[in-house]
């Protein structure tokens, strides 16, 4: 896989939940506008601290070209910032509040290419177009190109 999205968990009333799903439309989309540029998606939503360091841990050994990360209510903790210094490849941080500003790592945290922030499920569009820009793909639009 080319993108990995990693989503982590959300604190709802002291209790740690995985993310709701992405809506079916976004994750489509997402999926869809990956595969015109060439490029694979994958989406690991995380219910725990643990899940998504596994998930990083994955992404290095997978080979993934970048991902786009939506901490959930991880942004101050310090094993996953530590974590996320480690991956060797870029990312986007993405948080999916809409019209709110959510706390963010800070920013000399890893190789990180931008934070999308207050765009509701859009945020993660707005940080695959970074990606897929950073890799050098943003132009390929599904064209087909015969004998060149």
Do not use: K
């Not at 439309?25 to 596994?54: I, K």
């Not at 970048?66 to 986007?92: E, F, I, K, M, N």
């Not at 019209?99 to 963010?104: K, L, M, V």
């Not at 800070?106 to 509701?120: E, I, M």
């Amino acid at each position: 896989m080319s993108i990995l999205v990693i989503r982590g968990p959300e604190c709802r009333d002291s209790l740690t939940s995985a993310p709701p799903p992405l809506p079916p439309s976004v994750l489509g989309a997402l999926v869809q506008r990956a595969g015109c540029a060439g490029q694979t998606l994958a989406v690991r939503s995380c219910g725990s601290t643990t899940e998504v360091l596994t998930a990083l841990r994955l992404a290095n050994e997978w080979g993934v070209r970048a991902t786009l990360l939506d901490p959930g209510s991880l942004t101050d903790h310090p094993l996953l910032q530590r974590a996320v210094q480690g991956l060797a490849h870029p990312y986007v941080e993405v948080h999916d509040g809409l019209g709110e500003q959510e706390a963010s790592f800070p920013a000399s945290t890893g190789r990180r290419l931008a934070v999308v922030d207050g765009y509701g499920a859009r945020s993660y569009a707005l940080a695959l177009e970074i990606a897929l820009e950073q890799l050098g793909c943003a132009e390929c639009e599904c064209d087909v190109h015969v004998g060149t």
